[in-house]
Structures are given as structure tokens and as C-alpha cells.
């Protein structure tokens, strides 16, 4: 079937919106209520999507190819998993909002997420400055509110201050580098830029280069790359949970789907785009030391995904530096792929932990592995997956990243690469260590897990494993067989 | 046939799948081991020696664009190999103590490893061999830290990152291998891989750096001199099924790594790094020899004498001859079974006596004598006394170091390096009968009255590990008739 371009992004709005209206008008129904409705909402979205093909959208400034859809199914996905957190997680909401109606305001807490994956959908098909530019606001405004959403906390003030202030920031330095590269190449649409690119006389080039780097600069905030990443572990440990997940899975993707389309676009023009390359190898570089170095010592496990999030942009970065193979788009879609099932898998477990435990220490999975081994087993495959054993998920994303470095030659992001996979291992076992070997409290008791929750879980855990023992059924889920 | 080397793998699997789902955890195991000691046996003995090449095989495409296949299939190397895990399995699942805590993920995380190091023999397609040797890394992690003795939390960490970042060596250099041909012929099927080596493609400068990275990345797995420090730690804090299988069983992967697949696909880089594992090897042999005379505690010299003999598998392979790399094929073998026994039997002393401490034991042999005898065997078989399967491969790997001649120019490094390992056979027969004296000679003590001798189980287990050294080495052309015809295929 084929549905008008945009028309999917429209009816996720609606839902959206549908949302805030019912908790204006609809005061006294259950609130968990309106999760429900926007997640089989965006179920269909999903269906629909899994359904489309790449093809010719008839816009300027959108595009329906094979990345776009992808990307939008990595948003939809997403926003089910946070919707699902989110209903585990509005008890601890509620004890942080004003007064009020005992449930006023958790309709918001539901419906912004969906507004944010309009957003995100928008972003992903977007291949013009001005909408891409739009779409990120959709979705950084979103978070402005949703972040320091438990407004009794002062850790999640604080984390909304933070994200606000480098956010706002960090949007500055994109929208100036697009000024640039508008000024020199008088195009924002990405096809025509490619097209006009060759014609860029060489005393302009330092001018589209500075603009480049910029863009550069505000997407390394997006996807918290080194050394644009100090904001990241405070907001992600101030933020409430689900948005955290949602910040870590769903904000990276599509900073990463925009960077390669711009990183692609520029490769009209060699000079400018081997500078923007090694650039990008140093920002790969500085990202995998700091994330993974820096995850060593946590011991809070918020934090430690937090600087996990970090390393494995360092990763993804790998991927888009070794533009010149052909397989590094296809890289990095499956290691996002990967990385979405095993972070939000690993934030599904740490929700339902920590409000059983009230706390989100690595301490609090003391003993997991007794009391509740489900849990466990889920939390363990989502470590392993992380870390890169082979089986899962994570393993195939490493194999192709270290795969397309090989074949360009990246012989320095590998040899960190190696150091750091060895730090990985550390300190997501560190996780396992925790719920295996320690012993539990002595006044812990199995954790209760709702039936919602466990379904998705389990539906996780199967396709970390599928992806990884069969990576031929990505060719379903993903377009593999893309060359 | 083909669904029996299926099997060899997939009953632990399944096994360990069911046991953590709540089948019962020790009958469950044992069933499963036996299970797969049977195909095992019947697959070796069927293979046919007449015909060299894989037999059994069977695949299942995956990736089309990348020709990446889960092939199965054995030769006589991968099938002699398939045995020992077998054997070292049965036995480490049949002795296994009563666990008190998590009994059923303790079966697992055994039948977990076994079925990683079985996988990782039995593929024949590079993605897959890596994968399952993977495999076995967590629950190694997991039975070291809950289940060890001693310092089992650093010996865990230590083992983990060590073997990780091998395995990332490992995988960076299997990806420079895959990437060798053109990108028309790319492949991860290794046999396809050995039919693209007679066109030249895996020569040149290129070959060289993979190779090297391929040697550093199974060195490390395989304890290659100096990145052996993870293995004698690991071995000592071990839980007494893990020490078996690791040293045993699993450690070999990275030697089965280079025979079958860095040394029949890149000949040349063999040769031209030849030196330099001679250096290594000879690290392991005086080096690592001298620093197990030096230990004080049995589990410890058992955790170094085994890094030690890894040298001498080195050493026939490095001398890249028919007869040598028949030695260490034969080697590997006879080495896993006789260090599962002396681990074996070197839990049920710390059991017994509640420690390994040569200073604390003595006079043991009039209180146990069955496993003082027992020990004696194995004692003699690690030394390399004839008889056993060590003193037939160890003999096959100093023929094919000294057989390295070129004519006319002497005295070369192959001899001189074979020369020096024959003084390990000294360091080894110090360091183990040091231990023999030092456990089971002397006065008997009172305090020793209390002490029983070998159960039943551990007999028994035991008993099957000594058993299969004698007939190999009484009779080692049962297995080198099975190995010769794979190796002869590659060695002109």
C-alpha cells in the first residue's frame, strides 16, 4: 500500500496531539490509559512503515530512501520501548509533580515522546538544512520539557538546565554553519549542494570547510561525541529514565542518519571532504577514549550507560570516517540497529530495578541473578550484546565498524578500537559481575515485572540473538542486500 | 554422520538451554556428554582416511553478498580434536562436585564451554569458528568468580580481559584475511579460502601483517610467551571443570586457529615470521619452564607447566614440516587429556586436605594410594615418558625441528631452539616430580587419617582421561593416520 509521503509523520502529530487533548478533557481516567493508546497508535505506524519502499517522494526537501524509512522504524521502535518505561516508571513521576489531581500532568509525560518521534521521522527523511534544522527543533523543544519533566527533583532541574543551555548552544553553531555553506554554495537543499559543489572555486573552499566543521560541531552534540559530550553524563543520570533511554537512543540515530547525509553530499568535492573525514577521525578517536575510559570507575549505572552512550558514538564515528567503503552506511545502520535493542533493553531492566530498589547504583543489582533471573538473563544479554561478544547483535554492529575501518585503512581508529573493546568488556561485567557473583540484600525479594514489560523484554532479548546468529534476517528487518 | 557432528555441539547446547529451563542438572549434563562422546567416537572412527579433505560437511547459506555459510564439517585434525573435548568433557561433567549454590547454571556454564571449544572445532566457516570460541568466554567469567578458589575474583577479571582482547586481535586479523582476495572472491568459507591460497592471493606484504595479527591474536589464547600471564592465575582459582576444559580443551583453539587456518593459507608469512615464534616458543619453554620450578603450590605449577608445553606445539609448528606439525596435532591431544587429569585430580586434593600448599602436604601416599598411583601416571605422561601420547608427539616435534635442515649450512635456528627445548624435558621432569615428592613421599601424617581416597566418580573420570593416553600412545597411528593426510595437503 502506498501512503502519501509526510502522512505518516502528520498521524503520529495527531496521535500526539489526541493525547493532550484527552488529558485536558478526560481528567479522571487513568492516565496509563493514554500510553496504551498511543503505543498501539504507533504500532500501526510501524506496520505501515514496515511495509513502504524506497521511492521517489516528488519533494525537494524530503526523501523516502531506504536509510529515511529505516531511521523512522529506529524512532517509532524507540517511542514504543520509552512509552513502555514510561508506565513502569509514572509512579516515580508522580511523587515529583505539584500537587494537583493525583495523576495531572502524566498525559504530558506520554504525549511529548510521540511529538518528539514525529520529529524524528521528519528528520530522517529530511535532505534540506531548513527542514532538517525544523525537525531537530521539533524534537530538542520536546526535550527541553521533558527532561527536567520531575519538577521536584533538583537533579532533573539541573539536568534540564544543562541540556537547555548546550543544547541551545550547540543548535547556534549548526545554524551558523549552515549560513556558511549557504553563503558559498547559495544552496541548503543537500542534492543541490552535492550538484553545485564542484564549481566551488579553491578560495571559497576554507569558507565551506568552516561551515562543514561547524555542522559538524552541532551534530557532535547530538550524537555526544568527544569533546562535546560533557553534557551527557550529568543530564542522562538527572533525566527520568525513560528519557534518558529515549535521549540516548533516539536523539544519537538521527544525528547520525543527518551527519551521513551530510558527510555523503560533501564527497562531491575531495579536498573539502578529506578534511571533514580527518576531522571525523579525531572526533572518533577523542569519543572511544573518553567513553570508555571514563566508564571505568562508575559505579552509578545510569552514568555508566551514559558514558557507554558516548563510546559507542566513538564506534559509530569509525563507520562514517570509512565513508570511502561501501558497506559503511550499512555499518552503521546495523550497529544503531543493535545498539537501540541492547540499550533499550538494558534502560527496560534498569527502570523496573530501580524503582523496586529505589536507586540506580550498580549496587542495586547486587544478587539480581537469584531473585529475579529473567531480569537477569535479559540485563546479561544486553551486557554481552554491548560489550561485543559474538551471537548478538552488538557483535555483528563491531564486525562490520571494524570491517569497513579494515578496508579503508583505518589503522589507528583500530588499533583504539582494540583498547577499547578491551575496556568494554570491564565495565559492562562489571554489571554481570553485580548480579551473578554478589550476593543479594537480605531483605530483597523477587521483583515484581509487568506482563507489558516482560513481553517486550523477551522480544528484545530474541532479536539480539536473531540479529547475531542470523545476521540474513536483517535483510528482512533492514535493507542488507542494499548493493 | 553429518547429523552426528551436529551433535558434538549441539547436546551440550541443548542441554544447557534445558538445564537452566529446570531439567535436572547433573543427569541432564552427563546424558548430553555421553551423548556427544559418542558421535565423537563414531565420527572419528568413520572418517576416511583414504580421501584427505573435509568430510561430513553440511551448510546453511546466510549472507549471500558475503558468502558467510554455517558450514559444518570434519577432518582428521578437527575430528581428533572433536574427541578430546568429548572425553575432557565427560570427564569434567562426571567428576564435577556437588555444588551447593546455582547447581544448574553450574552444569550450564560447563556444557557452555565444551560446546563453544566443539563449535569452534567443528566450523568451517571463519565467522562461526570465531563465534563459538566466543562463546565460552562469559561463562568462563561466571564460573571463576562465583565458583573459584583462592584470588577467583582477579583471576576472572584477568582471564575475561586478557582473552577479549585477543579474540579482538583475533577477529581484526580474520577480517584483514577476508579482505585479501578480490573483493569477487571474498569468502568466510575455509575451505573455499584454501582453494584461493594456490592462486597467490594471500602473499605479499599484506599477508604478512595479517598473519602476524593472527599469530599475536590465537598466541594469546594459546598462552604464547609473553602474553601467557592470564593462564596460570586463571587455571589455580578455576573451579576443577573449568581448569580442564580451559587448559585441556578450550586453549587449543588458538593452535587449531594457526594449523588450520594461518599456515595452510598463507605459507609464505609463515615462514617469513618463523623467527620470531621461535623466540616466543623458546620463551615458553626455558622461560616460562623455569618459573614453574619455581612455584610453591601444585595448582600453580599445573596452571604453568601447561603454558610451558604449549611451547612445544609451537615449536612443531613453526618447523612447518610433515612430522613436525604431525607432533603437534598429536600434542595437542596428548597435552589436553594429561592436564584434565592432573587438574582433576588436583581438586580432589584440595578437597581433601583443604590445601596445595607443597609445604603443608606430605606423606599422602599411604592414605591415598589409588590416587597416588593415579597421579604417578599422569605425572609420567605430562614428563613425556614413552607410553604415553606425549612421548610420542613430543619425539615427532623434536624430528620435525631437527629435520629443518637446509643442506650445507649447519647448524640452523630450528635446531638450536629444538636443542633447548630438550632441556624442557628436564625442566619438566624437576617440576613434576618435585611435586610428586613433595605431596605423596614422606612419613605419614596423623592429620592425614581422616583423609579418604579417590571416590568413585573421580576414578572413573580419571580412569577414561590416563586410559585414552596410553592407547594413543601406544598406538598414535590411530590418530596421526586421520591427521597426516589433512596436513599433507598443505606441506609440500
Keep these: ?483 | 554422520m553429518n547429523l552426528l557432528v551436529q551433535l558434538i555441539y549441539l547436546a551440550p547446547i541443548l542441554s544447557a538451554v534445558g538445564i537452566l529451563l529446570g531439567l535436572p542438572a547433573r543427569r541432564t549434563a552427563v546424558i548430553a556428554a555421553l551423548v556427544a562422546l559418542v558421535s565423537a567416537l563414531i565420527v572419528f572412527l568413520g572418517y576416511d582416511r583414504a580421501h584427505a579433505g573435509y568430510q561430513f560437511a553440511s551448510s546453511l547459506l546466510l549472507v549471500p553478498g558475503w558468502d558467510l555459510k554455517f558450514f559444518v564439517g570434519i577432518d582428521g585434525l578437527s575430528a581428533t580434536l572433536l574427541l578430546l573435548t568429548s572425553i575432557v568433557d565427560l570427564a569434567a561433567v562426571w567428576l564435577a562436585p556437588k555444588v551447593d549454590y546455582g547447581e544448574n547454571r553450574y552444569y550450564a556454564c560447563i556444557l557452555l564451554i565444551a560446546a563453544g571449544a566443539a563449535g569452534a572445532f567443528a566450523s568451517l566457516d571463519l565467522f562461526f569458528f570465531y563465534a563459538f570460541h566466543e562463546l565460552a568466554l562469559i561463562p568462563t567469567f561466571l564460573m571463576i568468580g562465583i565458583w573459584g578458589s583462592g584470588n577467583r575474583q582477579s583471576a576472572a577479571w584477568k582471564i575475561t580481559i586478557y582473552l577479549s582482547i585477543g579474540s579482538i586481535i583475533l577477529l581484526v586479523g580474520l577480517i584483514g584475511l577476508y579482505l585479501l582476495p578480490p573483493p569477487a572472491q571474498r569468502t568466510f568459507d575455509i575451505e573455499k579460502l584454501q582453494q584461493l591460497a594456490s592462486s597467490g592471493v594471500f602473499s605479499g606484504a599484506g599477508s604478512r601483517s595479517v598473519y602476524i595479527l593472527l599469530l599475536i591474536g590465537f598466541g594469546i589464547l594459546v598462552s604464547l610467551f609473553p602474553f601467557h600471564t592470564w593462564a596460570p592465575q586463571a587455571y589455580a582459582s578455576a573451579p576443577v571443570p573449568v581448569a580442564m576444559l580451559h587448559a585441556g580443551v578450550l586453549k587449543k583453539f588458538g593452535l587449531y586457529g594457526l594449523l588450520r587456518v594461518a599456515l595452510p593459507l598463507m605459507p609464505e608469512a609463515a615462514r617469513h615470521w618463523a623467527p620470531l615464534l621461535l623466540i616466543l616458543l623458546a620463551g615458553n619453554i626455558l622461560y616460562v619452564g623455569l618459573a614453574t620450578i619455581s612455584q610453591k603450590q601444585l595448582d600453580l605449577t599445573l596452571g604453568y607447566s601447561s603454558v610451558m608445553h604449549m611451547g612445544y606445539v609451537f615449536l612443531g609448528i613453526a618447523s612447518y614440516n610433515v612430522i613436525g606439525l604431525n607432533g603437534a596435532a598429536l600434542l595437542m591431544l596428548a597435552h589436553g587429556l594429561s592436564i584434565a587429569a592432573l587438574f582433576a585430580m588436583c581438586g580432589e586434593l584440595r578437597k581433601q586436605t583443604g590445601t596445595v600448599n607443597y609445604v603443608d602436604l606430605g606423606g599422602l601416599g599411604t592414605s591415598m594410594p589409588t590416587l597416588c598411583f593415579v597421579f604417578g601416571l599422569a605425572t609420567f605422561a605430562s614428563i613425556g615418558l614413552p607410553g604415553f601420547a606425549n612421548f610420542a608427539s613430543e619425539l615427532l616435534v623434536f624430528f620435525g625441528a631437527f629435520k629443518h635442515s637446509t643442506p650445507g649450512a649447519g647448524f640452523n635456528e630450528f635446531q638450536v631452539v629444538g636443542t633447548i627445548a630438550l632441556w624442557g624435558l628436564v625442566i619438566s621432569a624437576v617440576y613434576m616430580l618435585r611435586a610428586y615428592r613433595a605431596i605423596f613421599m614422606g612419613e605419614p601424617q596423623p592429620r592425614w587419617q581422616s583423609v579418604k581416597d579417590m571416590p568413585m566418580n573421580l576414578g572413573w573420570a580419571v580412569i577414561l582421561l590416563v586410559a585414552a593416553l596410553l592407547v594413543v600412545g601406544l598406538l598414535p597411528r590411530t590418530v596421526l593416520d586421520a591427521v597426516e593426510p589433512g596436513i599433507r595437503l598443505f606441506v609440500k
Excluded at chain 1, 525537525?135 to 527532561?147: P, W
Excluded at chain 1, 560533557?230 to 538527572?238: A, E, M
Excluded at chain 1, 571514563?294 to 570509512?322: C, D
Design chain 1, 1 to 483: 500500500m502506498t501512503i502519501p509521503p509526510v502522512f505518516l509523520e502528520l498521524f503520529v502529530l495527531a496521535l500526539g496531539i489526541l493525547i493532550l487533548v484527552l488529558e485536558s478533557f478526560a481528567e479522571k481516567r487513568d492516565r496509563k490509559l493514554f500510553a496504551i493508546i498511543g503505543i498501539i497508535g504507533l504500532v500501526v505506524v510501524f506496520l505501515f512503515l514496515q511495509g513502504s519502499v524506497p521511492r521517489d517522494s516528488g519533494m525537494l526537501s524530503y526523501t523516502v530512501d531506504w536509510p529515511a524509512i529505516f531511521f523512522k522504524k529506529v524512532a517509532v521502535v524507540t517511542t514504543i520501548v520509552v512509552l513502555i518505561m514510561s508506565i513502569d516508571y509514572a509512579d516515580t513521576i508522580k511523587r515529583f509533580l505539584p500537587g494537583g489531581s493525583s495523576q495531572s500532568g502524566l498525559g504530558e509525560f506520554f504525549a511529548l515522546p510521540i511529538l518528539t518521534c514525529a520529529g524524528m521521522m521528519w528528520m530522517s527523511s529530511a535532505i534540506d538544512f531548513i527542514l532538517i534544522f525544523v525537525s531537530l527543533e521539533l524534537v530538542t523543544i520536546s526535550f527541553y520539557v521533558l527532561v527536567p519533566f520531575m519538577r521536584r527533583n533538583a537533579a532533573s532541574l539541573e539536568a534540564g538546565v544543562k541540556y537547555l543551555i548546550l543544547s541551545a548552544l550547540s543548535t547556534g553553531f549548526f545554524v551558523y554553519g549552515i549560513t556558511w555553506i549557504y553563503g558559498v554554495t547559495g544552496q541548503t537543499n543537500l542534492n543541490q549542494l552535492q550538484l553545485a559543489l564542484p564549481s566551488i572555486p579553491l578560495e571559497n573552499q576554507p569558507g565551506l570547510l568552516f561551515g562543514a566543521l561547524l555542522v559538524l560541531v552541532g551534530l557532535g552534540f547530538k550524537i555526544a561525541a568527544a569533546p562535546f559530550q560533557f553534557w551527557v553524563p550529568d543530564v542522562y543520570q538527572g533525566a527520568p529514565t525513560p528519557i534518558t533511554a529515549f535521549l540516548s537512543v533516539g536523539s544519537k540515530s538521527v544525528g547520525f542518519i543527518v551527519l551521513l547525509r551530510v558527510v555523503l553530499a560533501f564527497q562531491t568535492l575531495p579536498a573539502v571532504a578529506d578534511k571533514l573525514i580527518t576531522a571525523i577521525t579525531l572526533l572518533a578517536a577523542a569519543t572511544l577514549l573518553y567513553g570508555n575510559l571514563a566508564a571505568l570507575p562508575q559505579t552509578n549505572f545510569k552514568r555508566l550507560l551514559a558514558y557507554s552512550s558516548i563510546g559507542h558514538a566513538g564506534y559509530l564515528l569509525i563507520a562514517v570516517a570509512a565513508i570511502g567503503s561501501l558497506d559503511s552506511g550499512l555499518a552503521v545502520v546495523v550497529y544503531l540497529a543493535a545498539y537501540l535493542l541492547m540499550t533499550l533493553l538494558s534502560f527496560l531492566i534498569l527502570v523496573i530495578v530501580s524503582a523496586h530498589a529505589d536507586g540506580d547504583d550498580i549496587v542495586h543489582f547486587n544478587g539480581l541473578g537469584k531473585r529475579s533471573p529473567f531480569l537477569a538473563f535479559g540485563l546479561l544479554v544486553a551486557m554481552m550484546s554491548l560489550a561485543g561478544v559474538p551471537l548478538t547483535a552488538g557483535f555483528l554492529g563491531k564486525f562490520l565498524v571494524f570491517k569497513v575501518a579494515f578496508e579503508t585503512r583505518q589503522f589507528f581508529l583500530i588499533a583504539l578500537g582494540i583498547l577499547t573493546v578491551g575496556c568494554g568488556f570491564y565495565f559492562y561485567l562489571k554489571v554481570v559481575k553485580a548480579m551473578y557473583w554478589q550476593p543479594a540484600p537480605a531483605n530483597a525479594s523477587a521483583i515484581p515485572v509487568s506482563r507489558l514489560s516482560m513481553v517486550a523484554m523477551w522480544i528484545m532479548v530474541v532479536l539480539i540473538f536473531a540479529l547475531g546468529i542470523f545476521p540474513q534476517f536483517a535483510t528482512g528487518l533492514l535493507p542488507l542486500a542494499s548493493r
